[in-house]
């Protein structure tokens, strides 16, 4: 899509949600809007595409949000749609015997949602957040493009807005992940580490995000 293209679909889709009266988030949380702490909204989380795009929604305890936070979504690839060349900077761990089975995935960044069902701002985590496969800023942004949520699964309103909003905020997102793979060569390479959680953030800037090429 082009960047008007994207303009108009998350425009669309924001106006028709408050049409509905229902906030962002009220599109993936139980119909009383009530969230509970840790859940992952919906349950099993959307996935389509042929890049296997995915996300979820949640929320963490209050002392644990930046100021005015309601939840975040947490975006990502398939790792099987990353090509065989890319190498990643740390894999996921093996598997214990007694483990559940784990989805093989690799984050892109996660958005948090305000209070008032608001972009507040982007940010990446460390490795143990989202138990992904971390790869370089460069291989993930080669494969950016194809993030695009929209199909049989989910909410359409909140696929296509998301879907508009990642490839509206692309250039933002590149810097933060560039900013992450720092911070994980200085802090924690194992992706382990419980007391690196946050590697990069930046809040949303409406201005730049309309105006990004």
Same mark, same amino acid.
Request: glycine residues 6%; proline residues 9%; aromatic residues 12%.
């Given at each position: 899509m082009t960047n008007s293209e994207m303009v108009e679909l998350l425009m669309s889709s924001t106006e028709a949600m408050f049409a509905k009266g229902v906030p962002l988030m009220n599109h993936v949380l139980p119909k009383d809007g009530a969230a509970e702490i840790w859940e992952h909204y919906p349950d099993g989380d959307i996935v389509n595409g042929e890049a296997g795009s995915r996300f979820f929604y949640h929320s963490h305890p209050p002392g644990e949000r930046i100021d005015g936070e309601h939840g975040h979504f947490h975006l *990502? *690839? !398939? $790792?099987?749609?990353? &090509?065989?060349? !890319? =190498?990643? @900077?740390? &894999?996921a761990p093996d598997l214990e015997k007694d483990e559940e089975p784990r989805v093989d995935v690799v984050h892109i960044a996660a958005l948090s949602i305000s209070l008032e069902g608001l972009p507040m701002q982007w940010f990446?985590? =460390?490795? +143990? #957040?989202?138990?992904? +496969? #971390?790869y370089p800023a460069d291989d993930i942004m080669a494969q950016i493009e194809r993030f695009d949520l929209r199909g049989q699964q989910g909410d359409p309103l909140i696929n296509q807005w998301l879907t508009a909003m990642v490839g509206l905020s692309?250039? $933002?997102?590149?810097? @933060? @992940?560039a900013e992450r793979d720092v911070q994980l060569r200085a802090k924690d390479m194992t992706g382990e580490d419980n007391a690196v959680e946050i590697m990069s953030a930046a809040p949303i800037n409406f201005e730049e995000l309309f105006g990004s090429e």
């Open positions: *990502f *690839f !398939a $790792k099987e749609s990353m &090509p065989s060349e !890319a =190498n990643p @900077l740390i &894999p990446t985590t =460390n490795r +143990w #957040v989202t138990d992904e +496969w #971390v692309r250039g $933002k997102i590149g810097q @933060l @992940l």
